[in-house]
């Protein structure tokens, strides 16, 4: 250790320059880990799309206080462990990067993977899935249709 008057030797080494990189999100989505709560978000309103269905059902009131929750599933007709994680991974990062900014305070979402689809889906692909499901999921429903 040494004093603080004493000269900085030169071993040219530089310090660490300050990253610009973006601060990490402070928005963690709460994971949906009850199977009662994917049950009654499966009784709710769905959303299909060629990469991925999405549920979403707004909690009672007593329950808004909890922000936005999110769950992942996919059944076996995806394909093996392998197939069914990769899937998952996919879907965490599209809703990772979405749903604190699509996501409405008081509800549950559930994203489920379709077969082959969401793991050969392209991301931006993905990521438009999601956009239009939050969309229609979110669109007032008091309009009559043209």
Same mark, same amino acid.
């Given at each position: 250790?040494?004093?603080?008057?004493?000269?900085?030797?030169?071993?040219? &080494?530089?310090?660490?320059?300050?990253?610009?990189?973006?601060? =990490?999100?402070?928005?963690?989505?709460?994971?949906?880990?009850?199977?009662?709560?994917?049950?009654?978000?499966?009784?709710?309103?769905?959303?299909?799309?060629?990469?991925?269905?999405?549920?979403?059902?707004?909690?009672?009131?007593?329950?808004?206080?909890?922000?936005?929750?999110?769950?992942?599933?996919?059944?076996?007709? &995806?394909?093996?462990?392998? =197939?069914?994680?990769?899937?998952?991974?996919?879907?965490?990062?599209?809703?990772?990067?979405?749903?604190?900014?699509?996501?409405?305070?008081?509800?549950?979402?559930?994203?489920?993977?379709?077969?082959?689809?969401? &793991? =050969?889906?392209?991301?931006? =692909?993905?990521?438009?899935?999601?956009?239009?499901?939050?969309?229609?999921?979110?669109?007032?429903?008091?309009?009559?249709?043209?």
């Amino acid at each position: 250790m040494t004093p603080p008057e004493a000269p900085e030797a030169t071993t040219g &080494i530089q310090p660490p320059a300050v990253s610009s990189c973006p601060k =990490a999100q402070k928005h963690r989505l709460q994971v949906l880990r009850k199977r009662a709560d994917f049950l009654a978000a499966a009784r709710a309103r769905r959303q299909a799309t060629k990469g991925m269905v999405v549920q979403a059902r707004r909690r009672p009131e007593g329950h808004t206080a909890l922000g936005v929750r999110i769950g992942y599933t996919c059944s076996k007709k &995806i394909g093996n462990a392998v =197939a069914r994680n990769r899937a998952k991974r996919r879907l965490r990062a599209v809703a990772r990067e979405l749903m604190p900014a699509l996501g409405v305070e008081g509800w549950d979402y559930v994203l489920i993977g379709r077969r082959e689809d969401t &793991i =050969a889906r392209s991301y931006d =692909a993905l990521l438009n899935d999601l956009k239009y499901a939050m969309k229609k999921l979110h669109a007032d429903r008091s309009t009559p249709r043209a």
